[in-house]
């Protein structure tokens, strides 16, 4: 059994930007590997702002949209973080999704080619100082080797435990070797109340399951029923459904939920199948976001 603390998924609420960096050093304080901020928010921003409140605690995006910032002011960004941090900063990147990137009013080519492109971009920067480590976000065989070839580690969102331990086995050698971060943010609610607990991780993957290329992932590691349920119930328009088509089976392969030691053996099954950091995003059942993270403070105490 691992001793070493998970990292911790952590997001910047217009309101309480200044809670969130003094949560941020809590954080640190007890011991947790690592803060991993989404995409929600400015994640670049919030990682800089924690860059200056911490000291030792590795940081990371997870992810930014390359579609969101020119390619120079991303790796500037980056490299101004890596360094003020002092090297514990991790740049991750993603392709983002269909619906956001509509809002930006972009329109992306080839997920693969685009990333590859980007990536070499920002690596080829002049006179901007020391890149940080680049972080892939990937989810099925092809990013995934990708990020093992151009990247320094990648990052998954909602993935299945029991799919992952065949996701390494397919992986080419990384270019790093024992240095390649592998992380994914497991949505996390921590309560004697498992039905509760059940209720608030189907809320958080509500609009998940709105997606293609999460449905799409979720059909090829087994769960075709329930995927292709919700994609009837989305084409009906019958939204109300949606929550009662997320099995149980489903949602315990891709979340962390219920009394605090099913919760802890979750993770332990994480780590056993190969997971090095698993990223845990806090909900609460009774509460908001303070209150999440007190549940996994008193989970590890």
């Given at each position: 059994?691992?001793?070493?603390?998970?990292?911790?998924?952590?997001?910047?609420?217009?309101?309480?930007r200044k809670?969130?960096l003094?949560?941020?050093?809590e954080?640190?304080?007890?011991?947790?590997?690592?803060?991993?901020?989404?995409?929600f928010?400015d994640?670049?921003?919030?990682?800089?702002a924690?860059?200056?409140?911490?000291?030792?605690?590795?940081?990371?995006?997870?992810?930014?949209?390359?579609?969101?910032?020119?390619?120079a002011?991303?790796?500037?960004?980056?490299?101004?973080?890596?360094?003020?941090?002092?090297?514990r900063f991790?740049?991750?990147?993603?392709?983002a999704?269909?619906p956001?990137?509509?809002?930006?009013?972009v329109?992306?080519?080839k997920?693969?080619?685009?990333?590859?492109?980007?990536?070499?971009?920002?690596?080829?920067?002049?006179?901007?100082?020391?890149?940080p480590?680049?972080i892939?976000?990937?989810m099925?065989d092809k990013?995934?080797?990708?990020?093992?070839?151009i990247?320094?580690?990648?990052?998954?969102?909602n993935?299945?435990r029991?799919?992952?331990?065949?996701t390494?086995e397919?992986?080419?050698?990384?270019?790093v070797?024992?240095?390649?971060?592998?992380?994914?943010m497991i949505?996390?609610?921590?309560?004697?109340?498992?039905?509760?607990?059940?209720?608030?991780?189907r809320k958080?993957?509500?609009?998940?399951?709105?997606?293609?290329?999460?449905?799409?992932?979720?059909?090829?590691?087994?769960?075709r029923?329930?995927?292709?349920?919700?994609?009837?119930?989305?084409?009906?328009?019958d939204?109300?459904?949606?929550?009662?088509?997320?099995s149980?089976?489903?949602?315990?392969d891709?979340?962390?939920f219920?009394p605090?030691d099913?919760?802890?053996?979750g993770?332990?099954?994480?780590?056993?199948?190969?997971?090095?950091?698993?990223?845990?995003?806090?909900?609460?059942?009774?509460g908001?976001?303070f209150?999440a993270?007190?549940?996994?403070?008193?989970?590890?105490d």
């Amino acid at each position: 059994m691992t001793t070493q603390l998970p990292a911790i998924s952590l997001s910047a609420v217009p309101g309480r930007r200044k809670k969130t960096l003094e949560l941020a050093k809590e954080v640190e304080d007890r011991g947790f590997s690592g803060i991993y901020c989404p995409s929600f928010g400015d994640a670049m921003g919030l990682c800089n702002a924690m860059a200056q409140v911490t000291s030792t605690i590795e940081l990371g995006t997870s992810i930014v949209n390359i579609y969101a910032r020119n390619v120079a002011d991303y790796a500037q960004t980056a490299s101004f973080i890596h360094e003020v941090s002092e090297g514990r900063f991790r740049f991750g990147l993603g392709v983002a999704h269909a619906p956001s990137n509509k809002r930006l009013g972009v329109n992306p080519g080839k997920p693969l080619g685009d990333m590859r492109e980007f990536v070499a971009a920002v690596e080829g920067m002049e006179r901007i100082g020391e890149l940080p480590p680049i972080i892939l976000a990937a989810m099925r065989d092809k990013m995934v080797a990708l990020a093992g070839e151009i990247g320094s580690g990648m990052v998954l969102a909602n993935a299945s435990r029991k799919a992952f331990t065949g996701t390494l086995e397919r992986m080419p050698t990384p270019k790093v070797g024992d240095d390649f971060f592998m992380g994914c943010m497991i949505p996390t609610c921590v309560s004697d109340d498992r039905d509760a607990a059940a209720a608030v991780c189907r809320k958080t993957l509500f609009s998940y399951v709105h997606l293609p290329n999460y449905r799409n992932y979720w059909k090829a590691v087994g769960y075709r029923d329930e995927m292709e349920a919700i994609e009837a119930a989305i084409e009906a328009g019958d939204r109300d459904s949606i929550p009662g088509l997320m099995s149980d089976a489903w949602l315990s392969d891709v979340t962390l939920f219920g009394p605090a030691d099913e919760v802890k053996a979750g993770l332990q099954e994480w780590y056993d199948a190969g997971l090095t950091t698993p990223i845990l995003v806090p909900s609460s059942a009774v509460g908001g976001q303070f209150q999440a993270f007190e549940e996994i403070f008193d989970l590890f105490d």
